[in-house]
């Protein structure tokens, strides 16, 4: 494992001005995985402080068994915020929310369902539809329309990764500027990394298990507390080429990693460090909210490993604590969605670290993507007649298509006439220039667009970077800890005062990350199905998800709780239990789970809203009324 001195020396790096973050917002390798004892610092201190609080300040001495005794929103906020007074040191996100996100408030309905990093507002999405309504509304002609994504979409390329990374491909002005930005919002370096477009997460992972050598270099070590699809994906690649998967397994009930089983896994049976394999961390589980050592790559690097980073569940700011500059792990992945809350798709990013590509074999692989810029098709010149501005604007666009077929193909920045905007850009430009400078003359203004060149406002990154680390993560923070504590209060009205929720993963923690795995149990102690509890939730406008959490470890005191919560009645498979079979023939258990993510923009209201539906349960008819109610909107059954 890491000496104290690496650990020192890493917490100097930050101090030090390499990443603009201190080391105290990196999770540490715990005292029990560190030979040598030590006081507890400051550090350590602040957190246990900040745990006892919460768990000792927020309704003490308190359980709520009735869903009509909850405190009301008001009363529950006027308390976090005696609880957590920093809290309106972040209120800058409320007025961003009120302002560029409004819908989230305006629609009432609350989405906890994915985490990730947004590019653009909805005010920029509502601008986008206004301008596509003006021009269906004026003499224009109208220009086929291939995607009715807002602001671009994506075209597949034909060809192999390495090839890409060594020779380069031809890019359009639209995807440079976006690489640019996301580059520069990530601290990373073009110095050092290569970045390709994918058509999203499950597509990066394919592209790196299709590139890399497993028939010599065999062995993938994955640490992932759950099931996921890109991971999933990678690994029947990785066997299918020859290499062998291992995974990480998690203690119960906290889930924490098994640090011994780990080390040996990455140290190996033998001295040679030589074509270990391919080491995927990610930093945070995106449905438990654990995060993990990140001194682990510093290990695996030490041992021969390549390191690939899953970065996709990181919070907007997070990358900023991360120190790219220290761990430099081979491979980085992470995704861009393209609105919050609303059309939550986008693209994956996969960087590749230049010194790795030699390693990467030459492989025919899909996934690797072209961003198509929609504004295009709204370029025509001023003075152009009808059947002028259709023909050349479908000509145009049959170009563009046909130029994005492969990495060979020219892929070029089109333009309808030379320095000529049309009016309606012009229009929604001066709206925009006389909105910043009137309504709000600090926000970042619009750059003209000068010779058919490309500016991307990418509103959200631009906030996201002006509301910084602390105030993003110091508010997460509070929002689900106070959630977690407040699940903990709802048991059942009987005598053995059944918990109504049962938190799988980190509870109360100062660096707990901001996802939540739980499961919502009735009076007598049965699981109701997480389907069931995500299909009701959404009936009450809350977008929750669930997953399958895997490669659990139980110690010897856990037996039979074992037995209850991965075992089957009479040898079968039980409710909320999953099985999957191994290659060998055997079966894995896992356990279904409710998730739920706090975005950056998700306020008290939002958590409120949550804890006060799933305390709904704790009225034992309450699934049989939802039943009820639906068959009578006209419904036959409720769909489980």
């Known amino acids: 494992m890491a000496t104290l001195g690496q650990k020192h020396e890493a917490s100097l790096v930050y101090s030090q001005g390499c990443c603009p973050t201190t080391f105290f917002s990196i999770p540490t390798i715990s005292q029990s995985q560190i030979t040598v004892s030590k006081p507890r610092s400051s550090t350590s201190e602040c957190r246990h402080n900040f745990a006892a609080t919460t768990a000792s300040s927020i309704f003490p001495n308190t359980q709520f068994t009735n869903h009509e005794s909850l405190p009301s929103l008001q009363e529950s906020f006027t308390e976090f915020v005696r609880v957590y007074p920093q809290y309106s040191e972040t209120e800058q996100v409320d007025l961003v929310r009120a302002e560029e996100y409004y819908h989230l408030s305006v629609s009432k309905y609350t989405c906890l369902d994915y985490i990730g990093i947004g590019l653009f507002s909805y005010y920029q999405l509502q601008r986008h539809d206004t301008l596509k309504t003006q021009i269906a509304s004026s003499s224009i002609p109208q220009v086929p329309q291939y995607s009715e994504a807002p602001f671009f979409s994506i075209s597949y390329k034909t060809g192999n990764l390495k090839t890409l990374l060594l020779h380069g491909g031809q890019e359009s002005e639209f995807e440079t500027t976006m690489r640019k930005k996301i580059m520069g919002f990530l601290n990373i370096s073009d110095n050092d990394y290569f970045m390709v477009f994918t058509a999203n997460r499950t597509a990066a992972f394919k592209l790196v298990a299709e590139s890399y050598p497993f028939q010599s270099n065999r062995k993938l070590l994955t640490v992932y507390d759950y099931e996921s699809e890109a991971v999933e994906t990678m690994i029947s690649c990785s066997e299918r080429r020859g290499g062998r998967a291992l995974s990480a397994e998690f203690s119960w009930p906290r889930l924490r990693i098994q640090s ?11 001295k040679c460090k030589k074509k270990r394999g391919l080491f995927v961390f990610p930093l945070h589980s995106r449905v438990t909210g654990a995060r993990y050592p990140y001194l682990w790559m510093s290990v695996a690097q030490e041992n021969g490993w390549h390191v690939l980073i899953d970065a996709c569940a990181l919070s907007p700011k997070d990358t900023d604590s991360f120190g790219l500059c220290v761990f430099r792990p081979d491979f980085l992945i992470c995704s861009f969605y393209k609105v919050f809350g609303e059309n939550p798709s986008g693209f994956g990013c996969l960087f590749v670290k230049k010194s790795a590509i030699s390693v990467l074999q030459a492989s025919s692989c899909g996934g690797i993507v072209n961003l198509i810029p929609e504004r295009r098709l709204f370029q025509v010149p001023e003075d152009s007649s009808g059947t002028q501005v259709d023909q050349k604007a479908t000509s145009i666009l049959q170009q563009e298509l046909e130029s994005l077929t492969s990495f060979s193909g020219r892929i070029e920045s089109k333009k309808v006439e030379e320095g000529v905007l049309s009016k309606l850009q012009i229009t929604e430009r001066d709206e925009v220039k006389k909105r910043n400078t009137v309504e709000n003359p600090e926000r970042r203004k619009v750059p003209d667009d000068k010779n058919g060149s490309f ?25 689900v800890n106070w959630l977690v504590n407040s699940l903990l209060k709802l048991k059942h009205p009987n005598t053995e005062g059944v918990p109504l929720v049962k938190i799988y993963g980190p509870k109360i923690r100062f660096d707990r990350g901001p996802a939540l795995a739980f499961n919502v149990f009735d009076w007598k102690g049965s699981k109701v199905e997480p389907v069931l509890v995500q299909k009701l939730a959404d009936r009450n406008n809350i977008s929750l998800s669930y997953g399958f959490l895997h490669h659990l470890c139980f110690a010897d005191k856990y037996v039979q709780e074992k037995g209850r919560v991965l075992q089957t009645k009479e040898g079968g498979v039980g409710k909320g239990v999953k099985m999957e079979k191994k290659k060998d023939g055997s079966q894995k258990l896992g356990i279904t789970v409710v998730t739920a993510a706090i975005g950056f923009l998700a306020n008290f209201e939002d958590i409120y809203k949550l804890w006060a539906f799933l305390a709904r349960f704790l009225d034992a008819d309450f699934v049989e009324k939802e039943r009820w109610r639906y068959t009578t909107l006209n419904q036959k059954t409720i769909e489980i």
């Open 455 to 479: 500016d991307i406002e990418c509103r959200c990154l631009d906030q996201v970077d002006s509301l910084g680390l602390t105030v993003i993560n110091n508010r997460g923070r509070y929002l």
């Open 260 to 270: 011994t089983k780990l080390r040996k896994m990455i140290e190996g049976k033998t």
